[in-house]
């Protein structure tokens, strides 16, 4: 099957990430064939260098899930970059499940993701999580900004 046939980097990515977390470990080796031996990727709580320290991280956060769905909202891709919004619902093995809406911003070179940066918000995240604690932590921001 050619690269055209499979889609755009950015139509892979998203569909690699989705079978990733609805299959977990047996499709982490097609998900990590799209990034390059020296990734760089960081998020709200860590940051990681090199192909074997991603999927290391990939793995823990996989065996920390009872449940875990994403869904790839919008994509933007042009030369050497690709931003894509999604929403996440991750149900550690303990405590209530999360629902996490954030970005991705990737950069390519040669055809491989050698940058990866996702944001999203971790404490409005626990917040949807708790009955009555999302209305707060909104009032607090508004108050704020």
Same mark, same amino acid.
């Given at each position: 099957?050619?690269?055209?046939?499979?889609?755009?980097?950015?139509?892979?990515?998203?569909?690699?990430?989705?079978?990733?977390?609805?299959?977990?470990?047996?499709?982490?080796? $097609? =998900?990590?064939?799209?990034?390059?031996?020296?990734?760089? =990727?960081?998020?709200?709580?860590?940051?990681?260098?090199?192909? $074997?320290?991603?999927?290391?991280?990939?793995?823990?956060?996989?065996?920390?899930?009872?449940?875990?769905?994403?869904?790839? &909202? &919008?994509?933007?891709?042009? &030369?050497? !970059?690709?931003?894509?919004?999604?929403?996440?619902?991750? $149900?550690?093995?303990?405590?209530?499940? /999360?629902?996490?809406?954030?970005?991705?911003?990737?950069?390519?070179?040669?055809?491989?993701?050698?940058?990866?940066?996702?944001? =999203?918000?971790?404490?409005?995240?626990?917040?949807?999580?708790?009955?009555? /604690?999302?209305?707060?932590?909104?009032?607090?921001?508004? !108050?704020?900004?």
């Amino acid at each position: 099957m050619s690269q055209s046939e499979q889609g755009t980097l950015g139509e892979r990515w998203s569909r690699a990430l989705e079978t990733l977390f609805r299959e977990r470990e047996p499709a982490l080796p $097609a =998900f990590l064939s799209l990034y390059d031996e020296h990734i760089q =990727f960081q998020d709200p709580l860590q940051r990681v260098s090199g192909l $074997a320290a991603y999927a290391e991280l990939n793995r823990r956060f996989l065996a920390r899930a009872r449940r875990i769905e994403i869904s790839v &909202e &919008e994509m933007a891709e042009q &030369e050497g !970059r690709l931003f894509a919004s999604w929403r996440m619902h991750f $149900a550690p093995r303990l405590g209530p499940e /999360l629902t996490l809406e954030g970005v991705s911003h990737l950069r390519v070179r040669e055809g491989r993701i050698v940058y990866q940066r996702d944001h =999203f918000d971790v404490a409005g995240g626990v917040a949807s999580a708790v009955p009555g /604690l999302s209305a707060l932590y909104r009032a607090v921001l508004t !108050r704020v900004t």
